[in-house]
């Protein structure tokens, strides 16, 4: 029997900027670590009213503004 790990998703701003907490990358690695590697990760919106998944499409790279890098 495999495992299903659901990601709450917040909805606390219609922007970045009014969004006051959120995970960095290395700390999302780590907190995945303490689950099976073959667990599946679904999104779940609205107290389980839809649901989403995450596929590498999923992903997209931005620069905050005013970064340099």
Do not use: C, P, W
């Amino acid at each position: 029997m495999s495992s299903i790990i659901y990601i709450d998703a917040d909805r606390s701003g219609y922007s970045t900027g009014q969004v006051s907490n959120t995970m960095t990358i290395g700390e999302l690695v780590n907190y995945l670590e303490q689950f099976d590697e073959g667990a599946k990760v679904y999104l779940r919106h609205d107290n389980g009213y839809t649901y989403g998944g995450i596929t590498e499409r999923s992903f997209e790279e931005y620069s905050e503004e005013g970064d340099d890098e």
